[in-house]
């Protein structure tokens, strides 16, 4: 099978650098699938799990937002933060958890819940990752 380049960087450092058969990004608009020869692409990322498959595994990358570029067998992830499942914190990401349920459960009219939902997904994706990972 024909393979590609993944790169996946955030602002602070290159998360990952790897020969990879298979990417699976969540889009905002969906989630999309890349291989080898794909051609030239560009789309806006959500909140939400990457996965790529090589040397016969998949594994799980978390990314919270961001942009994925296709082109010339490289797919290039700029997102605004992103964490191998391996790597994930669980008991941080469950605070982080139960902190954005509180907010929004507090029904406090000082509180932006768009934020507090965005939290919540953040979290709730990272802890998923982590048990998959």
């Not at 699938?33 to 799980?60: Q, V």
């Amino acid at each position: 099978m024909a393979s590609l380049q993944l790169e996946i960087v955030t602002p602070d450092h290159l998360v990952l650098s790897k020969e990879v058969d298979y990417v699976g990004a969540p889009g905002v608009e969906g989630e999309f699938g890349i291989m080898a020869s794909h051609i030239p692409f560009l789309s806006a990322l959500a909140i939400g799990g990457l996965h790529y498959k090589a040397e016969g595994k998949t594994r799980f990358v978390f990314i919270s937002g961001g942009f994925a570029e296709v082109s010339d067998n490289k797919v290039t992830i700029l997102a605004e933060s992103a964490e191998e499942a391996e790597c994930i914190d669980t008991a941080r990401a469950d605070e982080a958890r139960k902190r954005a349920e509180a907010r929004l459960t507090a029904k406090n009219e000082n509180t932006n819940n768009l934020r507090a939902e965005a939290a919540l997904t953040r979290a709730v994706t990272r802890l998923n990752l982590a048990n998959r990972g």
